[in-house]
């Protein structure tokens, strides 16, 4: 019998993923992982006087406990609090510091649930790991999820082909609907559990108030990139992002209002009105940080530039320094940190970490 071990996060995911390993015949070992506690990570900084918020992850352990007793797994647990601080969370910092916004789920991905979670696997005499991500992989390419408003592969591209060597993803053929479905029919603990939308392994929690413990907060000006009048104040630059319309708290403008850019020796936020302005619009970006899944090297196929984005098609010019320029037709809101990832139709074949945008292949200065 072969034996897969199975991330179990305490999400009804992972616990249907289970159950459909179980029923296919493999040897099925639950595998829980801690990443995050606020004590010695405040350590970490040399602040152990910071304010230790309440971390969901040992509730979570507790349900994944729960549906690995109802389905006679065993459940290991493992702790990777140093590895999620020193690959994932101090990336995401810096990457604040530098006025981006940064996708903490992608480098999850990439070092911990795909990196130090499959050399444990390997120590539990795994012959494959699995998780309960919406995707699939068929012939040795990354596919999207049949569901497509739940398919994960952006959050993937940075996988390599290695790692995703005798990998399952065994919800990735079902929907959404049809996972909580089967959780109901096994009365799970885990069955109308919401799903998580906070930081990676982190949580939702209040993210201004969870961040002033790690970075100074500073208010500034906003300023209309139009007329260069002040027309409020921010709380802090790591707090936005570009195309970002709510939450902004700035009275008295009838006309929306998006956030358009960003200068950090000034600290000033920019701001535009108009769902059409100009001031949201590129039409090329080069990304950095690439990796392929697949041996696909396209010079035309389509992207995201975010999570659940419309795909766009794009031309792909591959330059010297293993950095690559896409071009597309006007899309807005195209920001810096974030993940530009490729597809080939169904295929996920990798992607990148958007560096810099541009227009008419000048870069936008109100842009980092």
């Known amino acids: ?200 392994f982190i949580g939702e929690r209040n993210f201004k108030k969870f961040l002033e413990n790690y970075l100074p907060n500073q208010k500034g000006d906003v300023i209309d990139i139009e007329t260069n009048h002040k027309v409020g104040e921010h709380v802090g630059l790591m707090y936005y992002t570009i195309g970002q319309r709510k939450g902004l708290n700035i009275g008295g403008n009838k006309e929306k209002m998006f956030v358009v850019g960003k200068n950090l020796d000034k600290n000033i936020l920019y701001v535009s009105f108009g769902e059409d302005n100009h001031y949201l619009l590129s039409n090329s970006c080069v990304i950095d940080t690439v990796n392929f899944n697949s041996d696909i090297r396209p010079t035309e196929c389509t992207a995201k530039f975010r999570y659940r984005q419309e795909d766009h098609d794009v031309k792909l010019e591959y330059l010297d320094n293993g950095e690559i320029i896409v071009r597309y037709h006007d899309v807005k809101g195209v920001t810096p940190g974030q993940a530009c990832v490729f597809y080939q139709n169904e295929i996920c074949l990798g992607g990148g970490i958007i560096k810099e945008v541009r227009y008419n292949d000048e870069k936008l200065w109100y842009l980092l």
Not at 36 to 47: K, R, V, Y
Not at 149 to 165: G, H, I, P, R, V
């Open 1 to 200: 019998m072969r034996k897969v071990v199975i991330g179990m996060s305490g999400g009804v995911d992972s616990s249907v993923a289970a159950i459909l390993l179980k029923k296919a015949g493999y040897d099925v070992i639950g595998l829980f992982m801690r990443n995050w506690d606020s004590t010695i990570n405040n350590d970490f900084l040399g602040n152990p006087n910071l304010d230790h918020d309440i971390c969901p992850q040992e509730e979570d352990y507790q349900d994944a406990l729960a549906v690995c007793k109802k389905l006679d797994i065993p459940l290991h647990r493992i702790d990777f609090v140093k590895e999620y601080w020193d690959y994932v969370f101090t990336y995401f910092l810096d990457e604040l510091k530098k006025g981006r916004t940064p996708n903490p789920d992608i480098m999850c991905n990439k070092y911990i649930k795909f990196d130090y979670f499959i050399r444990e696997a390997k120590k539990l005499g795994a012959d494959y790991i699995a998780t309960g991500h919406y995707a699939r992989i068929e012939n040795g390419h990354l596919l999207r999820g049949i569901d497509k408003n739940k398919d994960q592969t952006y959050f993937l591209s940075q996988l390599t082909k290695n790692q995703l060597e005798n990998v399952l993803f065994p919800v990735g053929d079902l929907e959404k609907s049809e996972v909580r479905k089967i959780a109901q029919e096994y009365d799970l603990i885990t069955a109308k559990k919401k799903d998580s939308t906070g930081i990676c």
